[in-house]
């Protein structure tokens, strides 16, 4: 695949809300090691938004993006919402205004990345959904081909591996700091599902 159309964009982030639907009560279940046990929830909650404000018509992925991150911001809360609100914003910001290619994509992708970081200081290593995002962003970005399904699986891959990194690590970021060396041994509820996201990203740009 050489671009990236709005009618695949949409395959996406519909596989997306599925993938993430199957997998809700996991996320939870690792959200209630360090938090309040609500991500599952929280990141369905978000996503079903999101798959609904992405009515646009035509080929304005841009304008699709700016509608998915607005309808996130506005009709739902909380930190999850805000992150993932953010980064379609972000995507929006740095989507061409034609159909993107590969270089568009990764342009998109690093947007997103740059949106988010205006809205949490964690960096890699605190135990966050960041360390996934930041990984599968430099992933992509690094990825010679021009092909948008490889640059997505590279980043599914990259994303994988940050969620899984994050089962040694303490948390050192928001609440879950609070549980200091009883946060290790379980991976982080925001990296698992953001990695659930890139995979199914991927999954749903090979169909
Ligand atoms: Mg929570």
């Known amino acids: 695949m050489k671009q990236l159309t709005v009618e695949t964009f949409k395959a996406m982030l519909g596989n997306a809300l599925r993938r993430v639907k ?20 929280a990141i369905v909650t978000a996503l079903t938004v ?14 699709v993006l700016n509608d998915i991150g607005f309808g996130i911001m506005l009709e739902t809360s909380g930190s999850t919402s805000t992150l993932l609100g953010a980064f379609f914003l972000g995507m929006g910001d740095h989507a061409a205004e034609t159909v993107p290619d590969a270089a568009g994509v990764k342009a998109m992708f690093a947007g997103g990345l740059a949106n988010i970081r205006l809205q949490t200081k964690a960096k890699q290593g605190d135990k966050t959904m960041m360390d996934v995002l930041i990984p599968a962003v430099e992933a992509m970005n690094a990825c010679s081909s021009d092909d948008i399904g490889d640059i997505l699986q590279v ?14 690590m303490q948390a050192r ?9 009883r946060s290790i041994g379980h991976a982080d509820s925001g990296a698992v599902s953001w990695s659930c996201l890139f995979a199914a990203f991927a999954e749903a740009a090979k169909n």
């Open 22 to 41: 199957e997998r809700e009560d996991e996320f939870s279940k690792l959200d209630a090691v360090i938090g309040d046990g609500d991500h599952g929830t």
């Open 50 to 63: 999101a798959v609904k404000a992405a009515t646009a018509e035509g080929n304005e992925l841009k304008a």
């Open 155 to 168: 980043g599914a891959d990259a994303a994988l591996q940050g969620a899984k990194a994050t089962i040694d």
């Open 173 to 181: 970021f928001g609440r879950a700091r609070n549980y200091g060396e």
